[in-house]
T-cell receptor, first 114, second 112 residues
Framework: AQTVTQSQPEMSVQEAETVTLSCTYD???????LFWYKQPPSRQMILVIR??????QNATENRFSVNFQKAAKSFSLKISDSQLGDAAMYFC???????????FGTGTLLAVQP | DGGITQSPKYLFRKEGQNVTLSCEQN?????MYWYRQDPGQGLRLIYY???????QKGDIAEGYSVSREKKESFPLTVTSAQKNPTAFYLC???????????FGDGTRLSIL
């Protein structure tokens, strides 16, 4: 069965600095998608970035980028120039054709210090 | 604007009572999902539906029921059999295979 592991329950970063959130996953599928979702205190789930497994190039969305290591089954999120509004719970998620459902990690709570 | 609407935002349940959470989407998505989130935890899948008049159990379906009579609507009923219903409930929908899930704003359910 597919699993997603986020080993950092909490992280802290200074405003304007860079932080990396870790995520590893386990799967036997070759075609799948990986996502990072942000959940601020409002509890909305906001898509931050997505990565297709067949693409070698790491996805980037403005200040957010990923380091996708397919062989190592690692999918970390880098936030550059951290802002106070980045403070939230971040969830890593996996989607594969065999399971046909989104599998979430347990989340990393990111605090941004002014 | 297209999106997913969940209602109500807050809901209270009495002992032995069934309550229904509403989820409506106007994104023309085929697939819809219900998740439960407990404090400090990730999301767990309750039920999902990939097409009208069809749905499947997720990982924690006991004590819950759903229907999918219309493409736009996927209501979740929390039955009296669910002994610990206090949680935050999120509904989501999804377009094609390679598309991400879009989420509603959630419903917080508490026991009176």
């Amino acid at each position: 069965a597919q699993t997603v592991t986020q080993s950092q329950p909490e992280m802290s970063v200074q405003e304007a600095e860079t932080v990396t959130l870790s995520c590893t996953y386990d799967t036997s599928e070759s075609d799948y998608y990986l996502f990072w979702y942000k959940q601020p205190p409002s509890r909305q789930m906001i898509l931050v970035i997505r990565q297709e497994a067949y693409k070698q190039q790491n996805a980037t969305e403005n200040r957010f980028s990923v380091n996708f290591q397919k062989a190592a089954k690692s999918f970390s999120l880098k936030i550059s120039d951290s802002q106070l509004g980045d403070a939230a719970m971040y969830f890593c998620a996996y989607w594969g054709g065999a399971t046909n459902k989104l599998i979430f990690g347990t989340g990393t709570l990111l605090a941004v210090q002014p | 604007d297209g999106g997913i609407t969940q209602s109500p935002k807050y809901l209270f349940r009495k002992e032995g009572q069934n309550v229904t959470l509403s989820c409506e989407q106007n994104l023309n998505h085929d697939a819809m999902y219900w998740y439960r989130q407990d404090p400090g935890q990730g999301l767990r899948l309750i039920y999902y539906s990939q097409i009208v008049n069809d749905f499947q159990k997720g990982d924690i379906a006991e004590g819950y029921s759903v229907s999918r009579e219309k493409k736009e609507s996927f209501p979740l009923t929390v039955t009296s059999a669910q002994k610990n219903p206090t949680a935050f409930y999120l509904c989501a929908s999804k377009g094609g295979f390679n598309q991400p899930q879009h989420f509603g704003d959630g419903t917080r359910l508490s026991i009176l």
